[in-house]
């Protein structure tokens, strides 16, 4: 698939995920459900899931979806499109919770509550394993970035709320992370910035204009939709990304990253987080 090709497919699933978000919520009373991992999904989760997928679908290709079915078959083929509906469930649950307390008809519901409470979709487009494109909307400011792994002139980012330019950043959930987290923080001349969704933080780490950053995910196990628009990112801004394992992230082995969690580095100055993970000591 050529770069148009691939940005008109994101337009196209990101207008339709926007407009079922908007229509599911102000229409629907919000029913949440709690995974084996902890994590929490709604019905309109399930509901973009499978429109955005029946679209991928019909132009032929196969699926890893956060929601569907996981076909590990799919990923050792190397070629597939990701999606995560909605990218930080914790933050869609606050805005579904205020909108439906305060009762108004008014649409869009979605008032920026701040950056600890965003969410966001994403979608990427693996080819011979490799990260090819990849694409992260946030549903609350509408800010839209595209990424096309081969070539960085392609990149597009509007909308953007902050553009950290911070020297050294680490990225970190509104939820508490654990002794790794605390030791990152510790870094001197680190600045913390909370930033909900995992697709966010992992591709701020590397857009942004930071001579270092990070960030390291140990609330809860990760999955491949959430990482791949950083994967993209990665290949043209530089960066590395890893699994719980402390191992470079592989696109064609597992749909759900081996243990707790995944990091994003750049720079050197979290170069050490690389043995901490890897040794847990």
């Known amino acids: 698939m050529d770069c148009s090709s691939a940005y008109g497919l994101f337009d196209e699933l990101i207008r339709v995920a926007s407009k079922t978000l908007v229509e599911f919520t102000v229409s629907s009373q919000l029913k949440i459900q709690e995974k084996a991992d902890k994590s929490l999904v709604t019905a309109c989760d399930r509901i973009i899931d499978e429109k955005l997928t029946s679209i991928v679908s019909s132009y032929g290709f196969s699926v890893i979806s956060e929601e569907g079915k996981h076909v590990q078959k799919i990923v050792e083929s190397g070629n597939y499109v990701t999606i995560d509906p909605i990218d930080g469930s914790l933050g869609y649950i606050d805005y579904a919770n205020d909108f439906y307390l305060k009762n108004t008809s008014v649409v869009p519901f979605l008032k920026d509550l701040g950056p600890s409470s965003d969410f966001s979709l994403l979608l990427g487009i693996v080819e011979n394993a490799v990260p090819k494109y990849g694409a992260c909307y946030n549903y609350v400011t509408k800010e839209k970035i595209f990424l ?46 909370t930033q909900a969704t995992v697709g966010l933080k992992s591709l701020y780490t590397i857009i942004n204009p930071h001579k270092s950053a990070i960030m390291c995910h140990r609330v809860q196990s990760s999955g491949l939709w959430e990482i791949l628009p950083a994967a993209v990112a990665s290949r043209i801004f530089g960066g590395e990304i890893y699994d719980d394992c402390g191992d470079t992230l592989k696109l064609n082995r597992y749909i759900e990253l081996p243990g707790r969690g995944c990091t994003v580095i750049k720079g050197e100055a979290f170069a050490f987080v690389r043995d901490l993970i890897r040794n847990k000591q």
């Open 148 to 193: 096309d792994g081969d070539n960085r002139a392609n990149f597009s980012r509007t909308n953007a709320r902050t553009i950290y330019d911070q020297e050294n950043v680490a990225y970190v959930d509104q939820r508490k992370g654990d002794w790794i987290e605390d030791r990152i923080k510790e870094t001197k001349n680190t600045t913390a910035i």
